[in-house]
């Protein structure tokens, strides 16, 4: 669908007066691009020899960053097709495994940080920034698609009783990535 297409084509699309693509794919490619970056920090990490104790845990995370990319540009799609189809609950599932996933790679980026390439720690603070984003758009999308369900099943409440306390995590994940750069809001 839209993952092996043009970025212009979806960019357009995304723009146009069309039910699909909408916030929820945008969610999972923001996290793809987060992965792509946390990939990108490893590789330029990987063979310098100021970094080579960290050779092997980096190519563990390089590996890990890529199968996410892989994954969340097909959540893109996923997204997409959820919502055309008008299925409220695989609508719910996809962006409660953007959140999840998302987690899981700001803990990689937290490493990213702090074993990875100094000179690119903006560009993994940025992924991290992305990966935050990319839960909380995923984290919104869940609770409006619970609104359109009529409140969801009890599965559904465990999926958001799950995350809440996630959302602090990744903010102070965040947080604490942002002070490796020098920054703070």
């Not at 330029?44 to 050779?55: A, C, D, Q, S």
């Not at 958001?160 to 995350?163: D, E, N, P, Q």
């Given at each position: 669908?839209y993952?092996?297409q043009?970025?212009?084509k979806y960019?357009?699309?995304?723009a146009?007066r069309?039910?699909?693509?909408?916030?929820?794919s945008v969610?999972?490619l923001?996290?793809?691009l987060?992965?792509?970056l946390?990939?990108m920090t490893c590789?330029?990490?990987?063979?310098?020899?100021?970094?080579?104790?960290?050779?092997?845990?980096?190519?563990?995370?390089?590996?890990?960053?890529?199968?996410f990319?892989?994954?969340?540009?097909?959540?893109?799609?996923?997204?997409?097709?959820?919502?055309?189809?008008?299925?409220?609950?695989?609508?719910?599932?996809?962006?409660?495994?953007?959140?999840?996933l998302?987690y899981d790679?700001?803990?990689l980026?937290?490493?990213?940080?702090?074993?990875?390439?100094k000179?690119?720690?903006?560009?993994?603070a940025l992924?991290?920034i992305l990966?935050?984003?990319?839960?909380?758009?995923?984290?919104?999308y869940?609770?409006?698609?619970?609104k359109l369900?009529?409140?969801?099943?009890?599965?559904h409440?465990l999926i958001?009783?799950?995350?809440r306390?996630?959302?602090?995590?990744?903010?102070?994940?965040?947080k604490?990535i942002?002070g490796?750069?020098?920054?703070?809001a």
């Open positions: 669908m993952i092996n043009p970025i212009k960019l357009s699309d995304l146009a069309i039910p699909t693509p909408g916030g929820g969610a999972a923001c996290a793809a987060a992965s792509s946390a990939a590789r330029f990490t990987l063979g310098k020899e100021e970094y080579k104790k960290f050779e092997t845990r980096l190519t563990k995370i390089l590996n890990q960053s890529l199968y990319e892989k994954r969340f540009a097909s959540l893109v799609d996923e997204d997409v097709r959820a919502y055309a189809s008008g299925d409220l609950d695989r609508a719910i599932q996809v962006p409660a495994e953007v959140c999840s998302s790679l700001m803990k980026i937290e490493e990213v940080i702090e074993k990875g390439n000179r690119l720690v903006s560009d993994a992924a991290a990966a935050e984003s990319s839960f909380i758009a995923g984290y919104l869940i609770q409006a698609n619970l369900s009529k409140g969801g099943t009890k599965r409440e958001v009783k799950k995350l306390p996630l959302k602090k995590k990744m903010r102070a994940m965040r604490k942002e490796y750069v020098g920054y703070s």
